[in-house]
């Protein structure tokens, strides 16, 4: 079955030089979870926003493959981009705060969604609303449609996102760290909303985050970003049981695993920083920071098949 | 090249213009700006009928040349805005940190003088004061200078209240910092960019107000060369002698829009080098 | 080392110059002992109340009520000089806890210079010695903390709260603004200088796995109070307050197939400013009871462990 979203060899740039995004290949299928997992700087942001060509002006944007079921994202003209954006695909942020208008309603804002794609009036607008509210479990929905976005919690908010983004019914929602700024408790809350609304709906989710525990319990397929590229990218399962590319691994080692983790030893740690990458570079971005380096890696990358759809760039031979 | 880094461009030249001109008026007036000659009353500038290349901007009502009277007066300008935001910038900043850091009682005291001198109307005192001492160069700066604080005290006591929170100045306390340490050191660095902004703005604004008192006789006393008087002298003239109150009129209007222009560029240029 | 003997902070809320009649119940009654050496782990969401309670144990917010000791002193009475060589603090935002105008040597140098009584050499050397100690390159003192990373301005906020060789240091979630390579440097960091120095931490985070790593004991703070205190493998493994096991469950291990709980908090979120009657936990506890509507659950109970529940056996 063709996925929902699919995308292969994204490059994008800024008028800086720095090249963001380095040849980036990914697919998500309907009623999938696919985590895009990196630390700062790593690109995932950059790719979320360039699926949706929400990037800054004079951002350079290429890819041999990028489609939302059979449309080609790159051809659409911004128009029809515009179409698609809230509609077929939506998106939600990090900061519900600034993602919601403080001047304006929830009611409006959600009911103006409808309006804007499906040319309804706005009491449908907010009848639909009030039943996505209920449908996050927001107690109260008509009450809550005549507040205001600072009347409301973290928690509260990030749902009020995730029904706007529903509002037309979306086959594809991308989440860009949707949990980070909220406290622990909710954060459960929040994400196991979208695993059931993903079920009850089918949708293809896209959801970035740094948080590794996030992606163990959340994700069916996980990419693993480093300096614009993908690293690894396989199940789950697999990544999680066999890491195979060094700064997987590093990573991993990183996160201590309470019960698990010995306490009186340090924790697994990635000496260095992330290098900056300009145009031209090459190699593997990795090599200054990893146990396993050698000559080869200052050239060209393989990619390395470890089982099925369990894959890496690496020199090393799969471990 | 942008329009913002053309706009401030030309503000840097046309203050540094003026700024040279003012510190070498004595080599560049042609003429004594004090000298009367009654015999060379209204002589018109240069590229009018009448006028000739030993006055290039004319003469005024008194005979005196006009061009040597604008580049001193040049002096006076930026005499009165330099002393008066000196003066102004460290009253308002003093009350404006000293309230936002403090906050509580302090702080109701400073909202509270910030007030009422927001209530005072400027005209009305410089008429007072001059009724009482009489006008000079002294009386104006220190009537401006002790009532053109309210900005900087208003922009240093937000600026005060934001940083105050921030984790370097708790930490700089913890470090066991004194207070005046803090306020020095900790704080007014960190705000010090946009009371440089203030000060560009109050610095035009002082000018023209000097301008302004001395048209109304209150400011600098004649013969002193200050543009706001030469356009007050003028105003008699004005039908029949343009370029009595043009000169200094398009003079005032040049310094200010330069001044505006620089200051417009600074808030760009240390409102980006603060968000690193 | 350091106590803390029932220890307010409240806040009223002031619109201008009337005073109006909210009260922030930031800290509501804190109390806890901790031996030289320890690390107290201090847990909880926001709203809870502990940065306000780290700011009060480093001295810069005085109790509304009740007292914090150090050694036996209390801190209301030291002046700043002595308390600076008894506490420091390292913050959250590395981007913040800098002062961007000041070279790093004399970020870290400022605890000695504040002393009065340090020589300009003896500084220097000081400093000079702390940024080897936490890994940075002598040439850094010369630059400004916009030109240095994340984990190197940490460990410039490290190096500044060390300089003084203090007894004690506050560490207000250190690593949550960092990427999870560069947290795992800064916590072994963290770990090897406690060593080194002989240091008693006190570390406040929301986040739990971090904690159970780095902590000997454990304090879960819920709307200004500690509603649950034990040594850190006691609480991991035998939470008795609900809101604590609440926590646990919602901690996301990186160990795929495990599902997401339900915690089954609710809507309902905790606001200082409204302090519910009986026990503050009861609007949003999954197994709460009328008796949880009226009847505060508070007091010591035997073996020094704190569970402020009624049903905490």
Redesign the interface.
Same mark, same amino acid.
């Given at each position: 079955m063709r996925p929902v979203l699919e995308i292969e060899n994204l490059r994008v740039g800024f008028q800086d030089g720095t090249a963001a995004v380095r040849g980036v290949s990914l697919k998500v299928a309907r009623g999938e979870t696919h985590c895009l997992v990196g630390e700062s700087g790593c690109g995932k942001s950059v790719t979320a926003l360039s699926t949706m060509n929400l990037l800054a002006r004079g951002a350079k944007r290429s890819a041999d493959v990028m489609r939302f079921h059979d449309r080609d994202l790159t051809r659409l003209s911004d128009r029809d981009m515009a179409r698609l954006r809230g509609d077929k695909m939506a998106m939600i942020f990090q900061e519900p705060m600034t993602s919601l208008n403080p001047a304006y309603t929830i009611g409006s804002q959600m009911a103006e969604v409808l309006e804007r794609h499906r040319h309804v009036s706005r009491a449908k607008g907010l009848e639909r609303a009030a039943e996505l509210l209920g449908r996050v479990g927001i107690t109260a929905p008509g009450m809550r449609l005549a507040q205001y976005p600072h009347q409301l919690s973290g928690g509260l908010r990030q749902r009020v996102m995730i029904a706007m983004a529903l509002m037309c019914e979306p086959e594809l929602l991308i989440a860009d760290e949707p949990t980070t700024a909220l406290d622990v408790t909710v954060q459960a809350q929040i994400l196991r909303l979208l695993q059931e609304l993903q079920r009850e709906l089918g949708l293809a989710l896209l959801l970035i985050t740094h948080d590794l525990g996030i992606v163990a319990r959340m994700a069916q397929r996980v990419s693993v970003m480093y300096a614009g590229q993908v690293v690894e990218s396989g199940s789950a399962e697999a990544l999680f049981h066999s890491p195979t590319h060094p700064y997987t691994r590093g990573l991993l080692a990183c996160v201590p695993i309470p019960g698990k983790t010995p306490r009186d030893q340090p924790l697994g740690s990635i000496p260095g920083v992330v290098p900056r990458i300009g145009a031209g570079f090459a190699g593997c971005a990795f090599r200054d920071r990893c146990t396993h380096a050698v000559a080869a890696c200052a050239g060209t990358i393989p990619r390395r098949t470890i089982s099925t759809e369990h894959e890496t760039i690496c020199t090393m031979a799969a471990a | 090249m942008t329009a913002r880094t053309l706009s401030t461009g030309l503000g840097i030249a046309i203050v540094g213009f003026i700024l040279f001109v003012a510190l070498a008026a004595g080599w560049l007036a042609p003429h004594d700006p004090f000298a009367q000659d009654l015999m060379k009353r209204m002589i018109p500038p240069s590229w009018m009928d009448g006028g000739s290349t030993e006055h290039w901007l004319g003469t005024d009502q008194l005979g005196r040349d006009y061009l040597s009277r604008l580049v001193y007066g040049a002096r006076i300008s930026l005499l009165i805005g330099t002393l008066t935001v000196v003066t102004s910038g460290t009253i308002g900043t003093t009350l404006g940190v000293v309230g936002g850091y403090f906050g509580g009682r302090t702080d109701d005291v400073v909202m509270f003088a910030i007030t009422c001198r927001l209530a005072i109307p400027l005209i009305l005192v410089a008429l007072t004061v001059v009724a009482l001492v009489g006008s000079s160069l002294t009386v104006v700066v220190l009537t401006l200078g002790l009532l053109l604080w309210e900005r900087f005290a208003v922009v240093a006591r937000t600026t005060t209240m934001q940083v105050r929170n921030l984790d370097y100045v708790a930490a700089a306390r913890a470090a066991g910092a004194s207070t005046p340490h803090i306020l020095l050191k900790e704080i007014l660095p960190n705000i010090l960019t946009h009371l440089v902004v203030v000060a560009t703005l109050e610095m035009a604004l002082a000018i023209l107000l000097e301008a302004a008192l001395s048209f109304l006789g209150l400011g600098v006393p004649p013969p002193l060369p200050s543009w706001g008087l030469m356009i007050a002298e003028a105003k008699d003239y004005m039908f029949f002698s343009p370029w009595v109150i043009v000169v200094p009129g398009v003079a005032l209007f040049v310094l200010v829009f330069g001044i505006n222009l620089l200051g417009d560029g600074l808030r760009d240029l240390l409102g980006v080098s603060q968000r690193r | 080392m350091i106590e803390a003997r029932d220890a307010y902070r409240h806040f009223s809320g002031r619109t201008g110059?009337f005073s109006a009649d909210r009260v922030v119940r930031a800290v509501d009654g804190v109390s806890f002992n901790l031996a030289a050496g320890g690390v107290l782990g201090i847990v909880g969401?926001?709203g809870c109340g502990k940065s306000t309670l780290g700011?009060m144990i480093? +001295?810069?917010l005085p109790p509304s009520a009740g007292d914090i000791l150090v050694e036996g002193q209390s801190l209301a009475k030291l002046d700043?000089?002595e308390?600076?060589?008894l506490?420091?603090?390292i913050?959250?935002?590395p981007f913040?806890?800098?002062?961007?105008?000041?070279r790093i040597r004399e970020?870290v140098g400022?605890?000695l210079a504040?002393?009065g009584s340090v020589s300009a050499a003896k500084q220097r050397a000081e400093v000079m010695d702390m940024l080897v100690r936490v890994g940075l390159p002598a040439e850094m003192a010369e630059r400004y903390p916009?030109q240095l990373?994340g +984990?190197q301005r940490q460990r410039v906020?490290i190096a500044?709260a060390l300089v003084?060789r203090p007894r004690i240091v506050v560490c207000d979630e250190p690593t949550s603004a960092l990427?999870?390579?560069v947290?795992?440097?800064i916590?072994?960091l963290l770990?090897?200088l406690r060593r080194e120095l002989g240091l008693t931490y006190i570390f406040i985070s929301?986040?739990?796995?971090?904690v159970?790593?780095v902590a000997t004991e454990v304090a879960v703070m819920y709307l200004g109070r500690f509603v649950e205190q034990a040594p850190?493998e006691e609480l991991?493994?035998r939470p008795r307050h609900p809101y604590t096991r609440?926590?646990?469950?919602?901690?996301?291990?990186?160990?795929? +197939?495990?599902?997401?709980?339900?915690?089954g908090?609710g809507?309902s979120?905790p606001d200082p400013a409204n302090i519910p009657s009986g026990c503050r936990f009861h609007p949003r506890c999954p197994v709460a009871t009328a008796r949880c509507r009226t009847e505060t659950p508070i007091g010591p109970r035997p073996g020094g462990r704190i569970a402020e529940c009624h049903f905490a056996d």
């Open positions: - | - | 110059m969401e926001s700011r480093l +001295g810069l700043r000089r308390r600076a060589r506490i420091q603090p913050f959250q935002d913040s806890s800098l002062n961007p105008r000041q970020i400022l605890p504040a002393q916009a990373s +984990g906020a500044r003084l990427d999870v390579s947290q795992a440097q916590l072994n770990a090897d929301h986040n739990l796995a971090v159970e790593h850190s991991f493994a609440a926590l646990l469950e919602s901690v996301l291990t990186a160990e795929p +197939g495990i599902p997401i709980s339900d915690v908090l809507d979120y």
